[in-house]
């Protein structure tokens, strides 16, 4: 039985394996993020260390993230993919240990936390860069899609289940399954034969990262998709981490923001499992577009919702446009990139993504305690929405490139492999 458009990648026997792989890696490490911030805060009695150590995970991407995509571009993928990741299992299992004979300490996790985040700020690139390697160009869009998709079905499943696993048999074994998890993707990766990258002569790093920014730039487009990323991170991505003080908005109580939390993933969910279909029938530049319009609208109905059923049924929405954009981003990225760049080009998105979120979060959370969160959203996507239009009315023309296009020779893979 042929399989919809949507899950058509998960018939090629690698890109099955692969994710399959990178979702229960990512059910351990939404265990191990939840683990570590109960564990923290449990032992300092201070938020702030609980920030800290968030923090030291997610800012590697905005500053190493270049220096991934150099060397995914450089040296074999896969070779590399297992490097790094076998550096975060390693750190998991140090952490397990800590947790096991009691000797955790907050600076011992924040390092722990930040080494890991560090390998996989050096790892990522390469991982979205073999996408094309893996499914037909015809895919690369439903693929991105599915990825999207086990990240958020992870999201919903990792917290849950570090729940049960904790009050069962305590944080060191939330730590153990995050270890193992990370032997499932190890088992994916090692056999896999990809593109050996063609390094240029000469071209040293720093080069190399120049190079893959310039080419970003200057390829049409990919920099109005550099655009879209960077507004939406900026204006409309912060929803993600305002869902407690919006749910302590709206009910009086921030644990209702599982719900929330919860009902985000399934409308993102639900988007992967149409975006293939949507993209093939009406092409990427359209649902991307279509996207980016509707997605502003959506928020401000987020915003004003009363009731936590309404404030769910909108952030289901939120959450199936915003999957849209993100995904359709990082496809299109992926199928205009040449092979011998590809791998900067997707750092780039990461740097922008995590240098722009992190930054539209500080300022919407320090507006929310100012004006109020609701009039805080709701004035960014409005924002949102002036911005794209303006931005459109004033460069016309500016995101034509999004279509999709014609297999190039440059964008082929090459005939070596590992």
């Known amino acids: 039985m042929a399989l919809p458009r949507s899950l058509a990648p998960l018939r090629h026997r690698r890109y099955a394996a692969l994710w399959t792989g990178a979702f229960c ?6 265990m191990e993020t939840v683990a570590v911030g109960i564990l923290v805060t449990e032992i300092t009695h201070q938020a702030v260390w609980a920030a800290i150590v968030a923090a030291a995970g997610f800012v590697p991407n905005a500053i190493i993230g270049p220096l991934g995509g150099a060397l995914a571009d450089r040296v074999p993928r896969r070779r590399l993919l297992l490097a790094t990741t076998g550096v975060q299992t390693v750190l998991a299992g140090v952490l397990t240990m800590l947790a096991a004979i009691d000797a955790v300490e907050p600076w011992a996790v924040t390092l722990i936390v930040l080494g890991s985040g560090c ?4 790892g990522f690139p390469s991982y979205q860069s073999m996408m094309p390697d893996i499914v037909p160009r015809e895919e690369i869009t439903a693929a ?15 917290p849950a289940l570090a729940g049960v696993v904790i009050a069962a048999g305590g944080y060191e074994w939330a730590f153990a399954i995050n270890t193992l998890s990370f032997l499932a993707v190890i088992a994916v990766i090692a056999p896999l034969k990809l593109p050996i990258p063609v390094r ?21 487009g990919i920099r109005a998709v550099m655009i879209y990323v960077s507004l939406n991170s900026l204006l409309a991505a912060p929803f993600i981490g305002l869902v ?17 939390v919860t009902t985000q993933g399934i409308g993102a969910v639900l988007m992967a499992l149409l975006l293939g279909g949507l993209a093939a029938r009406f092409g990427n530049r359209h649902v991307v577009l279509t996207a980016v319009t509707a997605l502003p609208a959506a928020l401000v109905l987020y915003a004003y919702a009363p009731s936590l059923a309404l404030s769910a049924a909108a952030i289901f929405v939120v959450g199936f446009l915003y999957l849209g954009c993100l995904s359709s981003f990082t496809s299109i990225a992926q199928l205009r990139a040449p092979q011998e760049f590809r791998g900067r080009v997707m750092s780039a998105l990461m740097v922008l993504l995590g240098t ?37 009315a004033l460069n016309r023309g500016f995101d034509r490139e999004l279509g999709d296009i014609a297999p190039r020779a440059d964008t082929m893979p090459i005939a070596s492999a590992e």
């Not at 991105?144 to 990792?158: F, S």
């Not at 240029?200 to 049409?220: T, V, Y």
């Open 356 to 392: 722009m979120y992190p930054l539209g979060l500080l300022i919407q959370g320090v507006l929310a305690d100012a004006i109020g969160l609701r009039a805080t959203m709701a004035g960014a996507a409005v924002i949102l929405a002036v911005v794209v239009a303006g931005t459109r």
């Open 119 to 122: 390998a996989g700020a050096l």
């Open 200 to 220: 240029k002569d000469g071209e040293s790093i720093p080069q190399a990262i120049k190079n893959g920014i310039q080419f970003s730039i200057h390829e049409p």
């Open 144 to 158: 991105a899609a599915l990825g999207a998709a086990q990240w958020n079905l992870g999201r919903v499943v990792g």
């Open 25 to 30: 890696s990512n059910i351990g490490t939404w």
């Open 244 to 260: 407690a003080p919006m749910a302590k908005e709206v009910t009086g109580h921030a644990r209702d923001a599982s719900v929330l």
